[in-house]
């Protein structure tokens, strides 16, 4: 009955018409129906007529057979009747009954698996009870016909009954190797998983755990690409060579472990002391857990043994870091402190290797932690000159925006500019060349030493293409990308560097305002990357006043605190991935982790006096809302109240030796819609999004200030005001800003349509860094003799850059 349940429940028989997508299937459909059907039935019956199907048999019941052979509790015998040969096994608890363990007609085939048969049960029924058991016979005797090889004690491990353990040829067996793989009966235990074998292995046989099989492997090897990590600790509680036993492939079990992934297995094997500098195939463990990106094994390591971090393998002297194949991983070595610029034996960083690769994520994790983009590697090539083969247009520009130079020649004399010039594909050949001329690669033809030119020939100082600088391309505001800071990487310089701004004892101050923009702030970072490399003085030195409105003013911050614009724009990419996630809006929490990792979470403002800092906010708890300014220094005494001071309900700022700096960003970069508010405050850009005629007037009220204390021998005058902005917006057209009383459908729908433009079109008005604000700056600084500089990107489809 057992057996026809269970034909019964194959799934052919559970198609039901809706399942089976119709009531008369299709001919082929029929014709598989009825082939499962046979196969079905041939199972079930091989499973009656299979002759070394266990059953139990009364031994009386032979008693008109010949006895063969008799070994035992091991009888064979000739049936008469029948005609085959029928081994029995005497029940020794009873023997009037027993187990028919085959039924056979080729007698030659009888003796052989009856002297099988009689050399291995033995240990078995004469050790335990539980063998006398159809189901436990069957398994047993299936395995001895399986794996003939194998010892008693191979087979005590597979049949996993503890007292057989105890049998003293159990015992003796316990080191056999006499496998198909060579394995030892450990070796199985620990494959299996199976602990309480383990256990009887070697307590009570004594099993050597350094013995390896056919491929070099320990029971340490068997133990790791089993399930079980009870199995693996109870092998680590003794001490064995076994441990970092190096396998026919060079690996250790650690290797091993890493390679699949299993990071409770790397956990206890470096804890029962597995050795991390053993060479492998691929290094060290940890280079195995990088190549096959198992993060949660490097993590383990490192966490184990914080140097592996640097460890360089034998081979290739490579880092782990060069070992990464994505984003994750890279990042996840770069966090914990790794040299991003470690170079090989060939002279490569791990950014050579992932250009190499054509690993474009990998290649902006690396940028984006301060890769030097422009390294010398193999034969001097930079990864530029890698990127040149690799048909990743967008590679190319993510170097170029993190300072690779385009005409730096390698040993062959060859700049990235010629290598794309013998790119075979027109397409990618021309996309690669205009790119190039877009940043102002100026190369011919290198003359390579040792080759002649060709007579008479002047090939050699023939242009590639055109030397004449491309138009630069627009700046698309709403997806900014590594296309829109291509060409200002490569800006020309800066016409208000002057001698004056690198006199360290000028008697005029220089005054900086960085508007906002959120993650457009990359546009002013890379003008004040353009500016310092003109000027070969840091920001924070040629300037000693800096004013910034959210974006701007975390990086004024920044210059504050002495962070290199490269080392921020690397951070301003990894705020696209961190910060800026999901939907509008954004969580606040990391953004304040972030702000609190870059400046600190106990940092007050006046922790740092130079330059003079002033940061925007829009105080949100009263009507009108109040422009504050969040500053390093004493808030400059103008004579007049406070609002506050005339309502007890108006609560007063926070005095700038109290506040923190990270709340300051925060508060300064809470744009409604994108952030919640930071307390009562909310993004200064509402107020003074371009904060250059805020700033001149909190220079000016400073300075007066200064005057009436007395102190007027300390005023320095504004020589030069530099504003910088994020990219100005295209003017559109708008169709309706009409708001009325809709006395239909008709003119509802244009009512919700034109509050919508206005709405926001007076969001704009009050946000719009340029335009009036920039005319209103401009001729404040004019009227009093001060030179005023506005740095921004063009709208879409304006070539000019402002003035």
């Known amino acids: 009955m057992g057996d026809r ?3 019964t429940r194959d799934p052919v028989f559970f198609q039901t018409e809706g399942e089976g997508g119709g009531a008369s299937p299709p001919a082929p459909q029929k014709m598989q129906f009825f082939g499962r059907l046979v196969n079905t039935l041939s199972s079930v019956t091989n499973l009656f007529s299979n002759p070394f199907r266990v059953k139990e048999v009364a031994v009386a019941d032979y008693n008109s057979s010949v006895r063969v052979r008799e070994e035992g509790q091991l009888i064979l015998f000739q049936n008469v009747t029948t005609r085959t040969w029928d081994c029995i096994l005497v029940n020794p608890r009873n ?26 049960l033995p240990p078995f029924y004469e050790s335990s009870a539980q063998v006398l058991h159809i189901e436990v016979l069957q398994h047993l005797t299936d395995l001895i016909r399986s794996h003939p090889s194998w010892s008693v004690a191979h087979l005590a491990v597979e049949l996993g009954i503890r007292e057989c353990f105890h049998h003293s040829r159990v015992i003796s067996c316990a080191n056999s190797t006499e496998s198909e793989e060579g394995c030892t009966p450990l070796h199985l235990a620990c494959r299996k998983g199976d602990r309480e074998s383990l256990v009887e292995l070697v307590q009570y046989c004594h099993a050597q755990m350094d013995v390896t099989d056919n491929r070099g492997e320990t029971a340490f090897h068997y133990a790791v690409q089993g399930d079980s990590s009870q199995v693996l600790q109870l092998l680590g ?5 076994g441990l970092n036993q190096v396998n026919h492939q060079g690996q250790t079990p650690l290797h091993l472990a890493c390679q699949m992934g299993k990071q409770e297995m790397v956990r206890i094997l470096l804890l029962c002391n597995a050795r991390c500098n053993i060479m492998g195939p691929t290094g060290y463990p940890i280079h195995t857990a990088m190549k096959f990106s198992q993060k949660g094994c490097a993590e383990m390591i490192i966490s184990m043994d914080s140097n592996q971090i640097h460890s360089k393998d034998p081979r290739y002297g490579a880092s782990p870091l060069h070992w990464a194949k994505n984003a994750e991983m890279a990042r996840m070595l770069l966090k914990r402190g790794c040299d991003v610029d470690s170079t090989s034996f060939a002279g490569n960083t791990a950014l050579h290797v992932a250009v190499m690769r054509n690993r474009f994520d990998c290649v902006m994790a690396l940028l984006t932690h301060g890769a030097n983009a422009d390294a010398r590697g193999e034969h001097g090539s930079t990864p530029l000159h890698l990127a040149m083969s690799k048909d990743n247009v967008e ?39 205009t790119l190039l001329r877009t940043v102002g690669a100026d ?29 630069p391309p627009s700046v698309s505001l709403n997806n900014l990308d590594a296309q829109d800071l291509v060409h200002i990487s490569r800006a020309r310089k800066p016409a208000f560097i002057l001698s004056s701004m690198r006199d ?22 890379q003008l004040l990357i353009a500016i310092e490399k003109a000027s070969g003085i840091a920001t924070k030195d040629l300037f000693d006043w800096v004013a910034g409105t959210s974006t701007g003013g975390i990086l004024a911050l920044a210059i504050l605190h002495s962070k290199s614009m490269a080392y921020m724009r690397g951070v301003y990419f990894r705020m696209k991935d961190e910060v800026f996630r999901g939907s509008r809006p954004y969580e606040s929490g990391p953004l304040e982790e972030f702000l609190k990792r870059e400046f600190g979470e106990h940092t007050k403002m006046t922790d740092i006096k130079k330059p003079k800092v002033m940061l925007t906010g829009t105080l949100s708890d009263r009507q009108p809302a109040e422009l504050h300014l969040f500053r390093n220094y004493e808030a400059p005494d103008t004579g007049r109240e406070p609002r506050f ?26 744009a409604p819609t994108y952030f919640r508010p930071n ?33 007027g021998h300390k005023v320095k005058k504004l020589s030069i005001v530099v504003s910088l902005g994020t990219g100005r917006s295209p003017q559109v057209p708008v169709t309706c800003v009409d708001v009325f009383r809709p006395s239909n459908p008709w003119e509802l729908a244009k009512t919700v349509f034109g509050a919508k433009e206005l709405g926001k079109m007076v969001v704009d008005c009050c946000t719009d860094p340029d335009g009036r604000a920039v005319d209103r700056a401009r001729a404040w600084c004019e009227m009093v003799g001060i030179q005023y500089f506005r740095q921004t990107e063009p709208p879409a489809g304006d070539g000019h850059h402002a003035g």
Request: charged fraction near 20%; proline fraction near 5%; include cysteine.
């Open 504 to 525: 360290e004892k000028r008697t005029h101050d220089h005054l900086l305002c960085l508007d906002g923009g959120g993650v457009k702030g990359l546009v002013i970072i």
């Open 679 to 711: 307390g009562r405050f909310l993004d200064g850009g509402l107020l003074a999004n371009n904060p250059t005629l805020d700033a001149l007037t909190e220079i000016h009220e400073y300075n007066q200030d200064l005057i009436r204390k007395g102190q």
């Open 237 to 241: 509680k003794n001490a064995s060579a």
């Open 443 to 471: 190369h011919r033809v290198p003359s390579l030493p040792g080759i002649p030119t060709e007579q008479g020939s002047t090939a050699s100082q023939r242009p590639i293409f055109s030397l004449e600088r491309a138009q």
């Open 395 to 433: 590679m190319i520009k993510a170097l170029i925006v993190f300072g690779a130079e385009v005409d730096t020649p390698n040993d062959f004399g060859e700049t990235p500019a010629f290598i794309a010039s013998k790119i075979s594909k027109l397409v990618t050949r021309k996309a690669l060349l």
């Open 645 to 670: 001071c005339h309502n007890i309900n108006l609560k007063p700022p926070t005095h700038p030796s109290d506040q923190l700096v990270w709340r300051a960003a925060r508060s300064s970069g809470a």
């Open 95 to 120: 023997t009037q009954n027993g187990f028919r363990l085959f039924q056979l007609e080729n007698e030659a085939d009888a003796l052989v698996t009856f002297q099988q048969y009689s050399a291995q």
């Open 5 to 7: 349940a269970q034909l």
